[in-house]
Nanobody, 124 residues
C-alpha cells in the first residue's frame, strides 16, 4: 500500500509560481512512475505531467509544457511540480498518483494510488 499526501497549493495571481509536493509512504517509491493530474469544477480529470521511476524521463501535457516542471527526490520519497507563469485556466485541484505497471503514464486508469488533492487557484 502506498499513501500519497500533496501539499503546496494555494491562491496566486496570474503570472505567479507555486511548487506542489507529494510525499509517499513506504520504501518502494523508486518502483513507481509518478504523475500529476488536475480536475477543475465541472470538468474531467486531466493529465498534467509524469516522471519515470529513475527520474530520467518526463512528459507533459501541451497546455503546461514549458511552464511546469516535474521532478522527484528518491531520498525524500517526494515528487514535485514546479508551476511557473500560472494562468487562471490552471485553477484546479491537483492530484499526484503512483503507477506500478509502466515507467511513465499519461492515462489516469494506469495509476494505482492517488493522493487526496491540493487546491490551486489562480486569480486574474
Amino acid at each position: 500500500q502506498v499513501q500519497l499526501v500533496e501539499s503546496g497549493g494555494g491562491l496566486v495571481q496570474a503570472g505567479g509560481s507555486l511548487r506542489l509536493s507529494c510525499a509517499s509512504s513506504g520504501r518502494t517509491f523508486s518502483s513507481y512512475a509518478m504523475g500529476w493530474f488536475r480536475q477543475a469544477p465541472g470538468k474531467e480529470r486531466e493529465f498534467v505531467a509524469t516522471i519515470s521511476r529513475s527520474g530520467g524521463s518526463t512528459n507533459y501535457a501541451v497546455s503546461v509544457k514549458g511552464r511546469f516542471t516535474i521532478s522527484r527526490d528518491s531520498a525524500k520519497n517526494t515528487v514535485y511540480l514546479q508551476m511557473n507563469s500560472l494562468k487562471p485556466e490552471d485553477t484546479a485541484t491537483y492530484y499526484c498518483a503512483a503507477c506500478w505497471k509502466y515507467d511513465m503514464a499519461i492515462t489516469a486508469t494506469h495509476y494505482d494510488y492517488w493522493g487526496q488533492g491540493t487546491q490551486v487557484t489562480v486569480s486574474s
